[in-house]
């Protein structure tokens, strides 16, 4: 007779299985313990993180590069930074190596009525070598100076587009007091720079020698070339200096528009927009503001004759590198985004 109980258990057994008869005592061992890296393994897992992390950070480094360069004016910051700061190196350089050579001929001053010291002693390697790298910075500051210059011959088809765009862009009939005093300002710089790009244009023809009519020839040429650079540096100064009227009438505007943003705002998101667009309007304000402080004094000492110029090599180059920075630095914060 077939029996009726189930069995005991089933394919998964919900509780060990009942031996048939005592079971021995299992054999117990210890895990095994894990062997430590040498040091040349470890050195090798640190080499191989080390190269990966690396080869990350310059891809990074050179796709927010080749972001920079695909724009002509953040690749006229950057080209801009950097000659002005080898301008500022060659600069300093030169003043130290004047500076050690004053040392050397006041070494005379101590000696006593009637002694004389005749020596010669060897250029030293330091002094080589900073003598070596102020000649390369400031040839490679010149050049990229020129590149500058260069580029900007075409300026006048961005001018006119920015022109263009403002003409078919009027005011509104409601528009205050101080919008109507920025576009005025706005067109004025507009005028000076045009007249800027025209004179720099024939200045720089001139020093290549690409303008050789009489008018441009000889001694009367080189004082027409030298006068167009003076008035080009003028009528930049003159556009510098309504950009400084421009970003202060700008910071004034801002501080009262943001009560009233703050009033109109609703809800988290719209809260957070708004934050992000006063950071990058405050960004902006802050690029421009120090980009044309900066530039003013030296728009001022171009405006003016070669031996009547009030900066020196060291103070060009610092006051270029903080304007051409604050440009560069704008723009390689954008390719992060």
């Avoid at 000659?83 to 350089?93: K, Q």
């Avoid at 260069?150 to 205050?176: C, K």
């Avoid at 957070?272 to 980009?291: F, G, N, P, T, Y």
Wanted: glycine residues 6%.
């Amino acid at each position: 007779m077939a029996s009726d109980e189930r069995p005991a258990s089933t394919t998964i057994p919900s509780s060990e299985p009942k031996p048939s008869h005592a079971p021995s005592e299992p054999s117990k061992k210890d895990p095994p313990t894990p062997t430590p890296p040498s040091v040349l393994q470890s050195a090798r897992i640190y080499l191989f993180r080390y190269l990966a992390l690396s080869t990350r950070r310059l891809d990074r480094f050179l796709v927010r590069l080749s972001s920079i360069l695909e724009s002509p004016a953040s690749t006229d910051a950057l080209l801009g930074t950097l000659g002005y700061t080898l301008e500022f190196l060659a600069a300093l350089l030169s003043r130290l190596l004047s500076l050690a050579s004053t040392i050397a001929d006041k070494a005379d001053d101590v000696l006593l009525p009637g002694e004389t010291l005749i020596t010669t002693l060897p250029t030293a390697p330091s002094d080589k070598l900073m003598s070596q790298v102020a000649t390369s910075s400031r040839a490679l500051a010149a050049m990229i100076a020129d590149f500058r210059i260069f580029v900007r011959m075409w300026g006048l088809a961005g001018l006119y587009m920015w022109a263009r765009g403002l003409w078919h862009s009027p005011l509104a009939q409601e528009a205050g007091l101080k919008e109507r005093v920025v576009r005025r300002i706005t067109w004025t710089q507009i005028a000076s720079l045009v007249l800027f790009q025209m004179l720099e244009n024939g200045a720089y023809l001139a020093s290549k020698g690409v303008l050789t009519s009489e008018a441009w020839s000889g001694e009367k040429g080189k004082r027409k070339e030298t006068a167009c650079w003076i008035w080009s540096s003028r009528f930049w100064a003159a556009h510098v200096a309504l950009e400084i009227v421009r970003v202060s009438l700008k910071y004034y505007e801002g501080g009262e528009d943001e009560g009233r943003k703050e009033i109109v705002c609703d809800g988290e998101k719209e809260g957070k927009l708004l934050i992000e667009q006063k950071k990058r309007e405050r960004r902006v304000w802050w690029r421009d503001a120090v980009s044309n402080v900066a530039y003013m004094p030296m728009t001022l000492h171009w405006s003016v004759e070669e031996e009547k110029g009030f900066l020196s090599d060291w103070g060009v180059g610092l006051l270029g590198a903080i304007a051409g920075g604050s440009l560069f630095i704008d723009a390689w914060k954008q390719t992060a985004q």
